[in-house]
């Protein structure tokens, strides 16, 4: 591959946030060279304090993806002279547990861990959710690097800082803001994952059309069948420019403040009510996220906010891109009771981000219970 080739195939998004600024770095797999991650992470340790003392690294990854990618970046770090362990934990969202969290703690005494060790979270966005977590937390803060493996954390989850855990009684209610001092996106790490998972990631892709980009929109429309066979060059410009477009929002409300960052919960109302009711794992996240951005097209249409034509080209990309565009399994009025216990709401009523127009969202509570109930009836099958 020549060297135009190959800066054709990588993109760099600068997140800004003062003095925790950090880059992502998005390659083309196979534009990737072995040691392009050696001179990242060099270069990302060289930039901060923590980094500039550090000798050890823990590589965080789960079972399923240990041999793969969880060794291989395990190697890249002991090449860099760092002592290196790997902690392997097991698959899934059980993994956000309490018990996981103290499992990275006793691996990072084991190691003797100091102020400078560095963390690197290798796996979806359990795995950076959890390592991310052990790292804001562990001797009040460890030097982070986040390579996200799936497409649902590499264009969302290893944006933005957050990380947590989950606790028996509520998802992600134990957590911290703290971020990576860089994230490493290797496309190639996506020729592994399965079907089911990457379309859920592209949910969240057309996500950000819809809220902040119509010409991003258009791009993935001209681009779907592309998309879903996983051209690189259309994934890189997927991936790049969501990452962009989420840094967007997390550099003008970085800790959840102006309530900016609410945009970013499209499509989520429903989804969440959907995720609760069909039980976890009917859906995956971003299966429910596509039918609840069909619904909540249609309730803005209703209300007149778009036209129905909008709605309906909404719900054609959604069906392009194998996603799911109607509700299977649920019970409306437990659709409802969910909706109603959704964190966004204030004054009990249900409060919903709707589209405006292609690429502009408002969080509301302009629709009635009535005119959810009539959406979500022509969805329910
Ligand atoms: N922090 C945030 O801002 C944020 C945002 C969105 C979601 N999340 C969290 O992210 C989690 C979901 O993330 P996810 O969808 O990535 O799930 P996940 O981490 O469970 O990964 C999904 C599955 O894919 C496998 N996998 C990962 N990479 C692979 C690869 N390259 N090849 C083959 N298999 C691979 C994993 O082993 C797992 O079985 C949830 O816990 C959610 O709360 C966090
Ligand atoms: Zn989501």
Redesign the pocket.
């Known amino acids: 591959m020549s060297l135009s080739d190959r800066a054709a195939l990588t993109e760099r998004i600068d997140v800004d946030l003062g003095p925790r600024s950090y880059p992502i770095e998005v390659r083309g797999g196979h534009a990737a060279k072995e040691t392009d991650f050696e001179d990242f992470v060099r270069e990302r340790l060289e930039a901060t304090w923590a980094g500039r003392g550090c000798r050890k690294a823990l590589v965080v990854c789960?079972?399923?993806?240990q041999d793969?990618?969880g060794d291989r970046y395990a190697r890249h770090t002991t090449n860099l002279g760092l002592k290196t362990r790997i902690a392997e934990v097991p698959?899934?969202?059980k993994?956000?547990s309490p018990e996981a969290l103290i499992s990275l703690y006793d691996r990072l005494i084991d190691l003797e861990a100091d102020r400078h060790t560095l963390v690197v979270a290798v796996?979806?966005?359990?795995?950076?959710?959890l390592a991310?977590f052990a790292a804001a937390s562990f001797n009040r803060g460890l030097p982070l690097i986040m390579v996200?493996?799936?497409?649902?954390?590499q264009v969302?989850?290893?944006?933005?800082?957050?990380?947590?855990i989950?606790h028996p009684r509520g998802?992600?209610l134990i957590?911290a803001f703290h971020q990576p001092i860089g994230v490493w996106i290797d496309l190639e790490?996506?020729?592994?994952?399965?079907p089911r998972?990457f379309r859920?990631?592209l949910a969240?892709v057309l996500k950000y059309g819809v809220i902040q980009d119509a010409v991003f929109f258009d791009f993935l429309e001209n681009n779907a069948e592309k998309a879903l066979a996983r051209d690189e060059t259309v994934l890189l410009h997927l991936v790049s420019r969501s990452c962009r477009l989420k840094a967007d929002v997390v550099e003008k409300d970085e800790l959840e403040h102006t309530g900016l960052r609410a945009i970013l919960n499209y499509g989520h109302t429903v989804a969440h009510a959907i995720e609760n009711v069909a039980g976890y794992g009917a859906y995956?996240?971003?299966e429910a996220v596509g039918a609840g951005m069909v619904a909540e097209a249609r309730l803005a249409a209703r209300l007149g906010w778009i036209e129905a034509a909008l709605a309906d080209r909404i719900e054609r990309l959604v069906r392009r891109l194998e996603l799911p565009a109607t509700i299977e399994g649920c019970d409306m009025e437990r659709l409802i009771g969910a909706m109603k216990h959704d964190k966004k709401n204030k004054l009990g009523r249900i409060r919903f981000v709707l589209p405006r127009k292609l690429g502009s969202v408002e969080l509301t509570d302009a629709p009635t219970e009535d005119d959810v109930r009539e959406v979500l009836r022509g969805m329910m099958r």
């Open positions: 789960d079972a399923q993806i793969i990618w698959t899934g969202e993994s956000k796996g979806g966005g359990v795995i950076g959710d991310g996200p493996t799936t497409l649902l954390a969302d989850s290893s944006v933005g800082g957050k990380t947590g989950n998802k992600n957590g790490s996506l020729d592994t994952l399965p998972e859920s990631g969240e995956l996240h971003g």
